[in-house]
């Protein structure tokens, strides 16, 4: 067959389901063997945008995403996505083409060394040389992707190589189990734990997984210790549960930092460095213990006393297991700490100025989305008070990105998470900045026949970075813009644009795209003028007076 089928053929045994991107001349063999696949193409409109599609699909079932660009410019847009999947730790695979390696009319147009160039944010990046080596590249390709830490492979299919025959035969997908903490770990961990006087759980990206969030719910029933999360462990635990003292939207100063330093060990678990940190680790006596899949990478911030090397779901169940803490043991001060943090940042939900201030959309929608249905979120500053202010009832129920933190992914992750989830409600909120930076998939998302709520924020500037620059001192200088028509920009692809003039007009359209079908854009005036007396000023001046 061709080498092209058997690649084909080799995806289709690792289970992919779909393929995202924009497919060139260099990719026509490989497009003619799809044809006849059960794999579903979704054609973008940008490779970023599928790149994109393809971590959030990784991150949303823990298997590969695909995507697919041609070469030159093509592979280069992949570029962002693959630092979004590295860093995220997403598994997500990059196809792309190439020109003919053997044999070239063309000289160097439109080759870039994307292989090299690929390097350095991914995990494997290789170039297929012969049809023969495509059933070890695929299956060592996904195997790395899923590997701990999940992320990035970028796999290069040259043109000529993609349409000589091949006779190579595929290889068996095996799965594999994650090595168990060593007991000793354990046991220093369980002494720790009931050595220390106010011990404190962190919940980071790393636990987002089925049983390891049964396996921390049953930790903290047992015990009785309070528990906060990062922006990434949001919903690991249900926000609910009434240890639950807050999320760590910021490094320091906020309400949830009093228990912080308060508490004298940190049961950090699943967090790596790569997240923004949630707490500063100082040499103050204050111990922390490390709980992943893998060692913790030490810097300044972060330099834990013990490492619990191993499946994290296992490591929970031996220290559940074992671990005793006094029945009236006080927790009084984090009990406060948690008042205090419930007080703050429901103080603004119920205030229907308008424009809307963020904290009142926050609570619109926690109120009006059941507790699977999901948000997703570009980047800007509302994705603090989201992460402050929403609390997230089930995993991976508010989609952010807390790592490469970068623009224009939140359209995108919006269409995956509604494409995996038809039966939940999707709302995608952005800036109108990051909007606009992949806003031609709302095309996509229209002939996806997706039902899908998109709201942009609408302040005409850059607004996370005008609140930097308020609280940094400097003048409002250089970060204002003008938008276009966003309802007839919408309206254009087949959506449904609306832009309210009130607050009850507001809430009026909203429940009418909540409950229709199709792609409803919401271009809403936001209120960003508490954003630098609240989080640059109040929290410093009034946290940890309880």
Known sequence: MKTSDLFVRALENEGVEYIFGIPGEENLDFLDSLQGSSIKLVLTRHEQAAGFMAATYGRLTGKPGVCLSTLGPGATNFVTSAAYAQLGAMP????????????????????????????PITKYSVQV?????V??????????????????????????????????????????????????????????????ELPLLLIGAGANRQRTSEALREFVD?????????????????ERHDKFLGTAALSADDYVHCAIERSDLIINVGHDVIEKPPFFMEKDGKKVIHINFFSAQVDDVYFPQLNVVGDISNSIEGITESVSIDENKDWGY????????????????????????PQRLVNMLRGKLDA??????????????????????????????????????????????????????????????????????LETAVRMDLDLVVIILNDSAYGMIKWKQ?????????????????????????????????????????????????????????????????????????????
């Not at 196809?95 to 160039?117: E, M, N, T, Y």
């Not at 570009?378 to 994705?383: A, E, L, Q, S, T």
């Not at 919006?414 to 038809?422: D, G, V, Y």
Request: net charge negative; charged share 25%.
């Open 470 to 546: 308020e609280g940094m001192g400097f003048n409002n200088f250089g970060l204002d813009f003008n938008n276009p028509n966003f309802i007839q920009y919408a309206e254009s692809f087949g959506a449904h644009g609306y832009r309210p003039e009130s607050h009850d007009e507001f809430e009026s359209v909203l429940d009418t795209a909540l409950n229709s079908k199709g792609v409803h854009l919401i271009d809403l005036p936001i209120d960003y003028s508490l954003n630098h007396s609240i989080l640059n000023v109040l929290i410093k001046e009034s946290a940890c007076i309880i």
């Open 222 to 238: 047992k015990t009785g210790i309070y528990f906060f999360n990062t922006q990434l462990g949001k919903g690991v635990i249900d």
């Open 334 to 357: 984090f009990e406060r700490v948690r008042n205090e943090v419930d007080a703050h940042v429901t103080k603004y939900f119920e205030d229907k100025r308008f424009p809307v201030l």
């Open 92 to 119: 997500m695979i990059m196809l792309a083409g190439q020109k003919p390696i053997r044999k070239s009319k063309q000289g160097r147009f439109q080759i870039v060394d994307v292989v090299d160039l690929m390097k």
């Open 135 to 196: 059933p070890y590249m695929v299956r060592e390709g996904f195997r790395r992707a899923m590997e701990e830490r999940p992320g990035a492979v970028y796999i290069e299919l040259p043109e000529d190589i993609a349409e000589e025959e091949t006779d190579a035969e595929l290889f068996e997908v095996i799965g594999h189990r994650r090595p168990s903490a060593d007991s000793a770990a354990i046991q220093e961990a369980v002494k720790m734990i009931e050595a220390a």
């Open 372 to 441: 699977k249905d999901i948000v997703t979120l570009d980047n800007g500053v509302y994705k603090i008070w989201f992460a402050r202010n929403y609390p997230c009832y089930e995993q991976n129920t508010m989609l952010l990105d807390n790592a490469l933190a970068t623009m224009g992914a939140g359209l995108p992750s919006a269409m995956m998470a509604k494409q995996l989830h038809p039966d939940r409600k999707v709302v995608s909120i952005n800036g109108d900045g990051g909007f606009l930076m992949n806003s031609q998939e």
């Open 129 to 133: 040389v012969d049809g023969a080596n």
